[in-house]
C-alpha cells in the first residue's frame, strides 16, 4: 500500500485550515486516513504548524512519501533533517547523542528566527499604527483649525461692509412688504 504524508483541507471558505495526515495514496483528499501527524494554519502570520515530528520520522522510515507541500513543511519544522540524521545513526556516521545535539541546535536556531520574524511583524504593525494616528491628529488639528476662522466671523461686530449688506436686505425686506400691500389693495379692487 503505497502511503502519501499530504495536506488534508479544513476549515471553511476563503479561511483553510490543514491537517498533515499519512494516508493511502489511492484514498480521497479529505478522505480515509491512516494517522494525523500534525495541523497547519496559513491564516496567521507567520504560519502556524504544529507537527509529530517523531511519528513523521517513522513514517518517513517506512517509505512513505510527502508530497511537495508536505515536504516543505517537513522540512520547515525539521522532520527531514531528523530523518537524514537517523540515517547516518543507522550507518554508523554518527551516534545518537551527536545527532540529537545537532537537531536541537538546528532547532534553537530556527526559534530564534521565527522569533526575530515575530518581533519584526509586531514592531512593523505598532509604526503603521503610530503612522495612522500621527495622521489622524494631523487632519482633526487641520479641521479645527479651519472651523476656528469661521466662528470668529460669526461674532464679530458690523463692520462697515456688513452694514452696506444689511442695508440693502432692509430695502429688499420693504419692497416685499409694499408689493405685498400693492397686491393685497388690486385684490380688494377686483372684489369690490
Partial sequence: MPVK??????????????????????????????EKLGAYNPNTNPATIELNVDGTVQWLQNGAQPTDTAKAILSYKGALLKNHLAGGVRKGALTEEQAEAKFTAWLEEKEGKVGSKEENLAKAEADAKAKALEAEKAVNEARIAAATPAVEEEVTPETPENVDATEEVEALEQAAEEGAAAADTEVADKKE
Fill in 5 to 34: 504524508i499530504r495536506l488534508q483541507r479544513h476549515g471553511k471558505k476563503g479561511k483553510p485550515y490543514y491537517w498533515i495526515v499519512a494516508a493511502d495514496a489511492r484514498s480521497k483528499r479529505d478522505g480515509k486516513y491512516l
